[in-house]
């Protein structure tokens, strides 16, 4: 392990000198990980994430991180961050595909219990016939369990948010979950030349004595008492309780939102939105998406991009905006129940503009020609 | 959101009042203070604080764990610089010495809980209150709870961010804004 020098956020992610190399997603989740001053890391294998936490562990070896050991199955794992987390320590964890859905009792309580743990999520296919193929279905199910949802479109993405999502979700007025969505395989699995700090220079260490709930030591009174759940009563007294809880779980999110716009650059970043079409998405469809604007360009057709970054929180004022000015909005996606497109046609005042097309899923892929089929079908 | 600027003010507000941030409130800068959902500079949010507490008929100060116990370097001062405030305004000092729900054993006479605070205001009559010391998530709970079913005009002066959800907030309070806040105090009362 080589000596880092403690650098601020700042610092680490607009002015420290970045260096070329070439990796798969898998590496870039270690090198954000070896920067990130993690506490404890926490892993289950489940294709297509098991590379990623298995590099985790060769820095646990090499002292980048306190702490590390494999869970019983992901309900354990997630189970035993939100503890990690409830004690005050930074805690990094990552997850696919059934993964995610064998743990997903687990994700409320984190945003609930005011947890700022950060988890990858390498996407894939949750249904039988059994597939390990990339898919983003389960991010439809994630959407209102209160943990801010940031997806990358790249491995530079993936290194860039997860490091970004720990100071994010440390922030007193948020502190809640941050999952950092990869598409897997398509990101996890393939190489790409990235622009990364050097290792010898790593983020402030989490400071819960500033966490809106008071950090818990299991063992002792008063403060494990603090943390109790409530009484689990019928009566008014205990309703208003929770409902304003969950208020101040969803105020939180809306905090993030300033954050996301300083460390991240906007939820939201767009590629000639005043087109009359625009392809709106996330993840690898925005890398086939601009393909394919791209062609469409060249043929004279007014197309335009806006990838989204952010989930959750959901850039609603600024994709209503955008689809003001748009005559069609198209929205590609890797799943089959076109979760994005929904979203979408929620937030806008015209919701017939949207196409909620092309989606692929199962594994497949999405080559540029088949938007071009549905650019060509709304500019006919 | 319908386009009007949404206004913290006392209640009650109704049923399920929303949390202020999902309405649009957003927390205030360094060197500015929160009233009534407004940005102001620090200065203006801590008259604005004076002026209540000075014109309250019943005050009360609600502190938290974070000033009752003497956890850190710092935090004993800062208990002191409270008591003299309390004792310039004239307010009682009711705690929140922990966050679990106590309803419907909770004596609302000797405390509050953040779960169920209407409880202590009704019970005590309580027309101006004041958080302080208690951990933010916990008084964001609270405060919703207060504004949706009493009359009471909240204040809270906060070590952190500040808190969309009381009528009057500061950020970053520490001992110096205490000092400034009782010396207001007895300026308005005309102590000195």
Redesign the interface.
């Known amino acids: 392990m080589i000596e880092q020098k403690v650098v601020t956020p700042e610092y680490l992610f607009f002015e420290a000198e970045r260096k070329k190399q070439l990796m798969t997603g898998s590496e870039a989740v270690r090198e954000a990980i070896r920067k990130a001053n993690v506490d404890m890391a926490i892993s289950y294998p489940i294709t297509p994430q098991s590379e990623s936490m298995h590099l985790v562990g060769d820095i646990f070896a090499e002292g980048y991180v306190k702490e590390y050991f494999r869970g019983e199955n992901e309900f354990a794992v997630m189970s035993s961050v939100a503890g990690a987390a409830m004690a005050g320590v930074r805690v990094f964890t990552a997850t696919g595909g059934p993964g995610t859905m064998r743990a997903f009792e687990v994700f409320p309580t984190w945003a609930g219990a005011r947890l700022p743990i950060v988890c990858a999520f390498m996407t894939r296919g949750v249904n039988s016939p059994l597939t390990i193929q990339p898919d983003t279905i389960e991010m439809a199910y994630l959407l209102e369990t209160g943990m801010l949802m940031l997806h990358a479109e790249t491995a530079q993405d993936l290194h860039d948010m997860i490091l970004k999502a720990f100071i994010v979700a440390e922030k007193t007025d948020v502190h809640v979950p941050v999952g950092v969505f990869a598409d897997g395989f398509f990101v996890t699995h393939t190489k790409e030349t990235l622009e990364i700090p050097e290792p010898n220079i790593k983020l402030p260490s989490y400071n819960p004595y500033s966490s809106p709930v008071p950090p818990m030591d299991m063992e002792n009174v008063p403060v494990r008492q603090m943390r109790d759940p409530f009484v689990m009563k019928s009566n008014f007294i205990s309703y208003a309780a929770h409902a304003s809880w969950q208020q101040e779980v969803d105020a939180a999110a809306e905090r993030s939102r300033k954050y996301l716009e300083t460390y991240l650059g906007g939820l939201l970043e767009t590629e000639n939105e005043d087109a009359d079409v625009l392809l709106v998405t996330s993840g690898t469809a925005v890398c086939q998406s601009r393909e394919a604007m791209a062609i469409a360009r060249a043929q004279g057709l007014s197309v335009g991009l806006v990838k989204l970054k952010s989930i959750r929180p959901f850039p609603t004022e600024e994709i209503r905006a955008l689809a003001t000015r748009a005559r069609a909005i198209i929205v590609p996606e890797f799943n089959r129940v076109g979760w994005l497109a929904k979203e979408i046609k929620s937030v806008i005042d015209e919701p017939r503009k949207v196409v909620g097309a092309p989606r692929v899923y199962g594994g497949m892929t999405m080559p540029p020609e088949i938007i071009l089929d549905e650019i060509r079908r709304v500019t006919r | 959101m319908n386009g009007l600027k949404y206004k913290v003010v006392a209640g009650p507000e109704g049923f ?1 009042p ?5 309405m649009g409130v ?2 205030p800068e360094a060197g500015q203070a929160l009233v009534e959902g407004c940005s102001v500079c620090a200065s203006e949010g801590l008259q604005k604080i004076a002026e209540k507490l000075v014109g309250a008929e019943n005050p009360v100060f609600f502190p938290g ?1 974070l000033i009752l116990w003497n956890w ?1 370097d710092g935090v004993a001062e800062k208990a002191v610089a409270l008591k003299e405030l309390a004792e310039a305004v004239g307010a009682k000092i009711i705690p929140m ?5 106590k ?2 054993m909770i004596n609302p006479a000797i405390e509050v809980n ?3 605070p209407n ?1 202590t205001i009704w019970h005590n009559k309580i027309d101006v209150c004041v958080f302080i010391g208690v ?4 008084a ?3 405060l ?2 207060i504004r ?2 009493t009359n009471c005009y909240t204040i809270a002066l906060c070590g ?3 808190h ?1 959800d009381a009528m009057v907030s500061l950020r970053d309070a520490g001992l110096a804004e205490l000092k400034k806040l009782t010396a207001l105090v007895r300026k308005l009362k005309g102590e000195v």
Do not use: F, M, Q, T
């Open positions: 399920l929303p949390a202020a941030a999902s957003e927390l764990p850190k010495p922990d966050y679990r729900p309803y419907p953040p779960n169920h409880l951990h933010c998530h916990y964001n709970v609270a919703k709870i949706g079913g952190e961010a500040g969309e």
